[in-house]
């Protein structure tokens, strides 16, 4: 609304309104100063233009003036005419005042002469007065203690405490101290005192540990942040900068009372005369119409006394259940039992949060028996998460083992205890649920805390002398111990941690009163404990525990209390014995109890301890680095992972030790499965080694900040079982031809070159490449490959595996290392992923063994490509025994003379005897490898049998028709036999085979057809191969002397 805007201006001249509202603000103000405008006009380059500009200005103000006169011309008449009348009558009163003065003046001359009588009556009606109010006072004191009964019957303990302390204040007083009757009072409000002493603390109390009426419902401490509520209020000014924790800055508001609301509490500023408790609701109701934006008082506050603690409660926006720890306290600041309180409440501390915890534990030991009955439940629980091979119990072995047994026997945990176990995740539920449980009881503890202290340091400094104000002592932590009764947040935060660290301790079956012990003793006796079989499986069964405990040394100690509390401490530990609990008994609830389920614990302690050193004042954030986390930490590398290392070292040991660890299966499937769950022939012991190192993995997922630890673990794992499967192999192929061959560098080089190596296993990465092979291809390499095989001279029986079940557990090792190898490449991506999530800078705490050396530490994929390695020199020495084993029997072939008499019907026994030997290891070896590596394995057979057959003929000395056919009768044998194969291809066998039998049928041509072939075929074989048909004596053809020449113009050499 503008400044000008109520003249009384015409329509018509509206304008003159707009140039007032133009004009500078600075003419306008109340105040106005002309010297700024004097000094503007005379340092003005345009004097005259800026006086005109006042001129003007002049000539608004004069018109609008003239417009106001013009409109109020009646008025201002009228106004003349009331203000000369107002005149007339203040004239007249002049006159009668004069007259009252003089009759005044006479009445005080009259009354002086009485004056010292009138103030005796005035003295005595004024002792009569006050001995009625303190008859009225006696009377009212003497109905307090009903009072105060009532209201503690009514929980108005707010209500009571005004009553008490004021009604205290007044028997102080001067003429009611020396009252006899009042004496029975003074006893019974003593007695009060204590009664509401005690019915605050017990209200404290219970809302301490959310059990009362008014408790919070406080987020889970999983939650964000966020669903905290936050409100921001004005707060009162406190004396002293005592440091607030979040939450309770974010709660408490303006209800965190300052001195003043403590002293109005106390005074006795108003009294009981003429008081009425419906005071409060009578102005609620007053103001009928806006109740819905007046703050409500709380209930508890509805009989009190208005002072400005109750208008403070009625303004402040806190939680309720804040405001009712505000209201308590405030009660036991007005009783002057702050430090009492403080000691009981250290004293009923931890025995309250034992008692809680084990309600809690009893309270789901019944839901879980209620929702799960049977005892075997969770036993039959299905793990997820990692593909557990364990967790397949009833898969059987074909040599009728159960898997889940044979793993049992070498596992140190059970499937309920694997890391996905149902014992972890009934750990991990319990303990979400106790730790969410302290979390909410602590914050209360937060917020009761710094209430005490403030109070307690409001009131020191109201009470203490100013000469001692300049006396500071060293250590405030300390006095604010001394003022509470030893009671503070961090002596809260570590009993309720002491607590947690005990269940914890049950749960992990650990000792923490026990000596200390050094970890590497405590490992080795670990170590020398070694359960039977039978006991492990019986432990399975009826879900037994370990019995080998782990002691540690780790006690939280509580801080002292003051001299004030120590009795009544001392008096509760005397009734109930110096801290001596039983168990929570969390086995209830807990399938199995012991060391490994420190997996599931860690990660609800490191949430708790989060959300802990959140809810911290500044002043205790330094309590949140020594606390439970940290003691778990030391426990995980102190004891659990040596322990760790300890069991699964000696599962592994166990698992490559045993003798049916490297022993194929009996009974394999009929066709062979790529997958484990369908029946993959993995060989037991390494089968039973990925297991181990899947839950070892396991538990660095649980643990991420110890990840690399327990990928070490894992890594030692497998270079033990690495060593162990390089022993199986070398003992199937030691001294062998195979093996010596595959390791000189010109074979190896050969092989490489061979484009059948594309079958040979590879990473992950590049699994999915295309392995097809073209058979122009692999000529040159293979014809390299079958001349240095035929070099090597007469092969002998007894460099060759003639025994087939090395040649399949040559087959299986390889199959289950390339298991291995691409288990470990997952393993190496999931640890990377969980070492993307560790903090680095944290030191490692690595357990030293005998085998550690200088050289650095192999990471997965090192191993992976060990095991890859290994699994390839297994299929390429089945390969070379295949093509050995070829030679061997062909070599007969050049020994031979093929001077038949008559059509034999079947072929020769060297070719019986190869096919017999290709189709049996095809049959044993088949259930236990893939098609593409069997098609490997006997691919070189027909490459190697075609060239031997040819280079045999160059042995020969004759052979007639009949040898001749011989010979094409044992090639369609062999073809049959190695088209009979799946894996192979049988087009390329039959290509090869018919290669070999057109080369023998050449030996049935006139050396003229011979001849006209070769000129047409000059490249079908090579020169030495056409010069040896001429060289060959077959009965019936005749070779000119001049055929050698000829065909040396047509092949020259």
């Not at 979400?432 to 917020?447: A, K, P, Q």
């Not at 939280?556 to 039983?582: H, M, P, Y």
């Amino acid at each position: 609304m503008g400044l000008f805007d109520g003249l009384p201006v015409p329509k018509d001249k509206q304008y003159l309104r707009e140039d007032l509202e133009n004009e500078n603000a600075s003419w306008t103000v109340a105040r106005f100063d002309s010297l700024p405008h004097v000094v503007h006009i005379l340092t003005s380059p345009d004097r005259d233009g800026e006086i005109q500009a006042l001129k003007d200005q002049s000539d608004i103000v004069e018109e609008v003036v003239d417009e106001v006169v013009q409109t109020y011309h009646g008025g201002f008449n009228r106004a003349i005419q009331n203000y000369s009348q107002i005149l007339r009558l203040f004239s007249e009163s002049t006159q009668s005042v004069g007259k009252l003065k003089v009759d005044l003046g006479n009445a005080k001359k009259v009354i002086s002469a009485r004056n010292k009588q009138l103030h005796q009556l005035w003295y005595r009606s004024m002792t009569l007065r006050h001995i009625i109010s303190l008859l009225d006072q006696i009377e009212n004191i003497a109905q307090v203690p009903t009072r105060i009964n009532k209201l503690i019957d009514d929980n108005q303990l707010y209500a009571a405490v005004q009553v008490h302390v004021q009604s205290a204040r007044m028997l102080e007083r001067e003429g009611l101290q020396t009252v006899g009757a009042l004496q029975d009072v003074r006893s019974e409000l003593a007695k009060l005192r204590g009664v509401l002493f005690y019915k605050v603390l017990e209200a404290l109390h219970a809302h301490l540990y959310n059990t009362g009426e008014y408790s919070s419902a406080t987020p889970s401490m999983l939650e964000k942040d966020d669903a905290i509520p936050t409100t921001t209020v004005s707060a009162f000014a406190m004396s002293n900068s005592q440091s607030l924790s979040r939450r309770t800055r974010l709660q408490k508001g303006d209800g965190h009372v300052g001195a003043s609301g403590f002293a109005s509490s106390v005074d006795g500023g108003s009294s009981y005369d003429g008081h009425d408790d419906d005071d409060i609701h009578d102005g609620a109701d007053n103001n009928g119409k806006d109740t819905k934006n007046v703050p409500r008082l709380p209930p508890w506050l509805s009989e009190s006394t208005p002072d400005e603690f109750v208008e403070t409660m009625r303004k402040s926006e806190s939680p309720i259940h804040v405001k009712y720890f505000q209201t308590m306290v405030e009660c036991l600041c007005m009783l002057d039992k702050v430090a009492a309180a403080g000691a009981i409440i250290c004293q009923r501390l931890r025995p309250t949060i034992h008692e809680i915890i084990t309600s809690k534990i009893k309270a789901q030991a019944e839901c879980v028996n209620s929702s799960r009955p049977g005892l075997g439940h969770a036993a039959r629980a299905t793990t997820t998460g990692l593909q557990y091979v364990k967790g397949q119990l009833h898969k059987e072995h074909k040599n009728g083992t159960s898997l889940a047994v044979s793993l049992m026997a070498v596992s140190p945990v059970t499937p309920v205890m694997a890391p996905m176990g149902a014992a972890q995740t009934a750990a991990k539920e319990l303990l979400d649920f106790i730790l969410d449980t302290i979390v909410r009881i602590f914050e209360n503890h937060v917020v009761v805390g710094e209430l005490l202290e403030s109070k307690s340091s409001q009131q020191a400094h109201m009470n203490a002398p100013k000469s001692n104000a300049s006396v500071t002592s060293g250590n405030p932590d300390f006095e604010a111990s001394q003022v509470t009764g030893g009671y503070t947040i961090g002596f809260s935060m570590t009993v309720l941690q002491s607590e947690c660290q005990q269940l914890i301790c049950e749960i992990l079956r650990a000792t923490p009163e026990a000596a200390s012990a050094d970890a590497a003793v405590q490992t080795a006796r670990l170590a020398s404990k070694t359960p039977s079989k039978e006991k492990r499986l019986k432990s399975f069964i009826n879900f037994g525990c370990r019995e080998d405990g782990l002691t540690f040394a780790f006690r939280f100690t509580d801080a002292s209390v003051s001299s004030q509390g120590a009795d009544l401490i001392r008096q509760g530990r005397t009734r109930k014995g110096q801290n001596a609990q039983e168990g929570y008994g969390s086995a209830s609830v807990l399938p199995e109890q012991g060391i490994y389920l420190t997996a599931s614990v860690y990660r609800p302690v490191l949430q708790f301890t989060d959300k802990i050193a959140s809810l911290l004042p500044e002043k205790y954030s330094q309590l949140g680095n020594d606390g439970l986390l940290a003691f778990l930490e030391n426990f995980v590398k102190d004891h659990f992972l040596p322990t760790m290392f300890v069991d699964y070292r000696k599962g592994v040991q166990q698992a490559i030790s045993s003798p049916a660890a490297f022993r194929p299966r009996a009974n394999p499937a009929a066709a062979y499965t790529p997958s484990v769950s369908k029946g993959r022939p993995i060989l037991q012991g390494l089968l039973t080694i990925d297991s181990l190192a899947k839950e070892v993995l396991g538990w660095a997922q649980a643990m991420p900040k110890f990840a690399g630890d327990l990928v070490k673990y894992v890594q030692t794992f497998l270079e033990r079982t690495y060593e162990r499967c390089r022993a199986a192999y070398t003992e199937a192929v030691l001294e062998k031809q195979s093996y010596i061959l595959i390791g000189r560098h010109d074979v190896e080089n050969l092989m490489r070159r061979d484009p059948a190596s594309a079958y040979l296993p590879t990473s992950l990465a590049n699994a999915n490449a295309d392995n097809h092979i073209s058979d122009a291809d692999t000529d040159g390499v293979e014809l390299e490959i079958s001349a240095l095989l035929m070099k090597l001279g007469p092969i002998k029986q007894e460099s060759l595996i003639r025994d087939n079940n090395k040649l399949v557990l040559l087959a299986s090792l390889s199959d289950s290392l390339e298991y291995i190898a691409d288990s470990i490449e997952r393993f190496g991506n999931a640890s990377a992923k969980a070492s993307d999530t560790t903090e680095f800078d944290v030191k490692r705490t690595s357990v030293h063994h005998k085998r550690s050396s200088s050289l650095p530490p192999k990471d997965l994929a090192a191993f992976a490509e060990d095991y890859r390695k290994l699994a390839i020199d297994c299929l390429k020495v089945l390969r070379v025994e295949m093509q050995l084993e070829t030679v061997f029997n062909i070599q007969v072939m050049a020994t031979r003379e093929y001077l038949e008499d008559q059509d034999a019907e079947e072929p020769d026994d060297y070719i019986i005897s190869l096919i017999t030997q290709i189709t049996r290891r095809d049959e044993v070896i088949a259930p236990f490898i893939a098609p593409d590596k069997r098609n490997y394995i006997f691919g070189g057979i027909c490459a190697v049998a075609s060239h031997a057959s040819i280079k045999a003929l160059a042995e020969m000395k004759h052979i007639n028709l009949f040898g001749v056919q011989q010979i094409c009768r044992n090639t369609i044998a062999l073809e049959q036999a190695l088209s009979a194969i799946p894996s192979i291809n049988s087009e390329s066998v039959r290509t090869r085979l018919d290669h070999v039998r057109t080369y023998y049928e050449l030996l049935n041509m006139p050396v003229e057809a011979l001849l006209a072939f070769i000129t047409e075929h000059d490249h079908l074989f090579t020169a030495i191969e056409y010069y040896t048909l001429l060289k060959v004596q077959v009965p019936g053809r005749d070779v000119p002397d001049d055929a050698k020449a000829r065909m040396a113009e047509i092949l020259p050499v």
